[in-house]
């Protein structure tokens, strides 16, 4: 008697997806971790990787003009490349970590141990690091869900992608607001503008004066200037861009910059606020390599659309909030 074998290949597509999931069929790679979240009723959940969620699709060309060079689609490597690009916190460097189970903790060094020159063969002073109360990393739930045509996925690679990519903006505008924002409301992890210690500049009729003198401030706590970073909203954007600094001369904003530093963009952050610092400096968190896709074909099976549900849960934290400037209502 023939033995049968059932092949557990990865899925190519969400919609490839979701027919397995409908046909209870195996998932291959994509099976749920343990400890992921149950699917609600009528739905199948599975963990897939931040890669395969964040593979983009290329125009691929005529052969003997490039074309053949790139591949049909290009995966991303991990969590903080392929939220890139959909996240300015994730664009301006923040340190991301897998964490582990419960409430992890980063420590804090307070008190910096200091080298010094020592002569031949004499000893040097012993200096040791003082470690000051450590951060502690919440986990906080995310999810965005997505309903989509099951008769556009199957007609348009197109509509795949768009897909993925609104899910994973989705994804990085939740995480901006998070990391920007106040936050602590209800399930919002706590914001850069809602933790105490940070430099604190009113922006009532901002100067660029002021500016330098914060940027001093910054610069100050032993930030490099080459990994600083503004953050600001389009709205302070136009502002500053046609702000001058002094009568006749350049404006604030330069060529997407001030003075040397770059200035990166969010609709998601605080309005009328500019933020300033080294963004390797905040720790985003995720509880776990790979977010669950909750696939629900059934709940809309009559119209003929799929329901797609990203779950994942980040902890933010900011273990030198002294870093970072907070330049609050810009005028």
């Given at each position: 008697?023939?033995?049968?074998?059932?092949?557990?290949?990865?899925?190519?597509?969400?919609?490839?997806?979701?027919?397995?999931?409908?046909?209870?069929?195996?998932?291959?790679?994509?099976?749920?971790?343990?400890?992921?979240?149950?699917?609600?009723?009528?739905?199948?959940?599975?963990?897939?990787?931040?890669?395969?969620?964040?593979?983009?699709?290329?125009?691929?060309?005529t052969a003997g003009a490039g074309g053949n060079t790139a591949a049909s689609t290009t995966p991303i490597i991990n969590i903080a490349t392929s939220l890139r690009g959909f996240s300015v916190v994730m664009d301006a460097g923040a340190t991301v970590v897998d964490a582990g189970a419960g409430v992890s903790q980063i420590a804090v060094v307070a008190t910096a141990p200091s080298a010094s020159w020592v002569a031949e063969n004499a000893a040097d002073t012993a200096s040791e690091p003082v470690f000051s109360a450590p951060v502690a990393l919440t986990p906080c739930s995310l999810r965005v869900t997505a309903v989509a045509s099951r008769a556009l996925l199957r007609q348009s690679p197109v509509a795949e992608h768009g897909l993925r990519t609104e899910l994973l903006q989705a994804v990085g505008r939740a995480i901006d607001a998070a990391v920007l924002g106040a936050g602590g409301v209800g399930a919002e992890p706590v914001g850069l503008a809602g933790t105490t210690g940070r430099i604190q500049q009113s922006g009532t009729s901002l100067t660029f004066a002021t500016v330098c003198d914060v940027e001093r401030q910054v610069l100050a706590t032993g930030a490099r200037v080459e990994r600083l970073r503004y953050i600001t909203d389009p709205a302070t954007r136009e502002l500053l861009m046609t702000r001058e600094r002094a009568a006749g001369s350049l404006h604030i904003i330069e060529a997407d910059k001030i003075g040397a530093i770059p200035v990166g963009y969010s609709n998601d952050g605080p309005a009328a606020a500019m933020f300033l610092g080294d963004w390797s400096g905040i720790v985003v968190a995720f509880y776990g390599p790979r977010p669950t896709v909750v696939v629900n074909p059934f709940r809309y099976a009559t119209s003929g659309f799929i329901e797609f549900t990203i779950h994942t849960e980040v902890g933010v934290g900011i273990p030198r909030p002294g870093a970072f400037a907070h330049f609050a209502s810009v005028t």
């Open positions: 008697m023939a033995r049968l074998t059932t092949i557990m290949n990865t899925p190519g597509t969400l919609l490839e997806l979701a027919e397995r999931a409908a046909l209870q069929g195996p998932l291959g790679d994509f099976e749920p971790q343990r400890g992921a979240p149950a699917a609600p009723r009528g739905g199948f959940a599975a963990s897939v990787p931040w890669e395969w969620l964040s593979t983009r699709a290329l125009t691929v060309g």
